[in-house]
């Protein structure tokens, strides 16, 4: 496969270093029934996360624990960093976007401190989930499996 896919091909890159799992092993049904859209899962090696695709940050939340950008396409994918990370109100996240702002593949989103919140969460697994909507008619082929390094190419959406 060519590293440059057709124009309507949207470009997946890892978010940050880790393992990719797929979304059943994320334990929060609202991501393992996939209720807000298809994707999968990283469980992240370090703290330094960055977009996964270019587009607009539709959605930065005040807590630092979860990311919407959506791509001229109109894809719009979700980055969630653990799970239940929105009870933290924003303590260990250091975010580095603002709402509204357009983002590059690997732009800085958010540092977090990974060990200083591992214990007060049930997991720091990722969701990186597209919803459904924006995926109407478009498959998902995620080319990388087990461990990543943030800016790999993992998937394609055609």
């Given at each position: 496969?060519?590293?440059?896919?057709?124009?309507?091909?949207?470009?997946?890159?890892?978010?940050?270093?880790?393992?990719?799992?797929?979304?059943?092993?994320?334990?929060?049904?609202?991501?393992?029934?996939?209720?807000?859209?298809?994707?999968?899962?990283?469980?992240?090696?370090?703290?330094?996360?960055?977009?996964?695709m270019e587009g607009k940050l539709v959605t930065v939340f005040p807590s630092g624990h979860a990311y919407g950008i959506k791509h001229k396409s109109g894809l719009e994918a979700l980055?969630?960093?653990?799970?239940?990370?929105?009870?933290?109100?924003?303590?260990?996240?250091?975010?580095?976007?603002?709402?509204?702002?357009?983002?590059?593949?690997?732009?800085?989103?958010?540092?977090?401190?990974?060990?200083?919140?591992?214990?007060?969460?049930?997991?720091?697994?990722?969701?990186?989930?597209?919803?459904?909507?924006?995926?109407?008619?478009?498959?998902?082929?995620?080319?990388?499996?087990?461990?990543?390094?943030?800016?790999?190419?993992?998937?394609?959406?055609?």
């Amino acid at each position: 496969m060519s590293l440059f896919s057709k124009n309507k091909d949207v470009q997946i890159f890892a978010p940050c270093d880790g393992e990719i799992i797929g979304l059943e092993k994320v334990e929060d049904e609202v991501f393992s029934e996939k209720m807000l859209g298809d994707g999968f899962a990283i469980d992240p090696a370090n703290g330094d996360f960055v977009a996964p695709m270019e587009g607009k940050l539709v959605t930065v939340f005040p807590s630092g624990h979860a990311y919407g950008i959506k791509h001229k396409s109109g894809l719009e994918a979700l980055l969630h960093i653990g799970l239940d990370t929105v009870s933290l109100d924003g303590v260990g996240f250091d975010i580095k976007v603002k709402q509204g702002e357009s983002v590059k593949v690997g732009a800085p989103l958010v540092m977090v401190d990974l060990e200083g919140i591992r214990s007060k969460v049930p997991s720091l697994k990722t969701p990186l989930v597209f919803t459904q909507d924006s995926l109407e008619g478009k498959t998902i082929e995620v080319l990388a499996k087990g461990k990543v390094k943030k800016g790999d190419l993992i998937a394609v959406i055609k």
